[in-house]
């Protein structure tokens, strides 16, 4: 069973910069892409960024380009997204998501496995 704790979360102003960071367990980390995703409330949720198994291929939201960094840490199974000159409307549960496949892709049903989420609200 593959477990996904995310941590990071919180407060931050407009214009500055957050952390999240996502500890997996429970099958061979570097085999799966990683993938972050958010969720505003009365909103879908939509795809932040990803990146494949070995960290060489990312992907990200147009949202978020230029401005959120994903990586990973296969020795540490973890994987986090760098935040920075964040907006009011980055403002969301932040989710971290495990794939069924080694290559990067944005598409919700190919993440299984999910964490719980963790609050990031940024003000003006």
């Known amino acids: 069973q593959v477990q996904l704790v995310e941590s990071g979360g919180g407060l931050a102003q407009a214009g500055g910069s957050l952390r999240l960071s996502c500890a997996a367990s429970g099958r061979t980390f570097s085999r799966y892409a990683m993938g972050w995703f958010r969720q505003a409330p009365g909103k879908e949720r939509e795809f932040v960024a990803a990146l494949n198994g070995n960290g060489g291929s990312t992907y990200y939201g147009d949202s978020v380009k230029g401005r959120f960094t994903i990586s990973r840490d296969n020795a540490k199974n973890t994987v986090n997204l760098q935040m920075n000159s964040l907006k009011p409307e980055d403002t969301a549960v932040y989710y971290c998501?495990?794939?069924?496949?080694?290559?990067?892709?944005?598409?919700?049903?190919?993440?299984?496995?999910w964490g719980q989420g963790t609050q990031v609200t940024v003000s003006e």
């Open positions: 998501a495990a794939s069924s496949r080694f290559y990067v892709s944005r598409d919700y049903d190919d993440y299984p496995y």
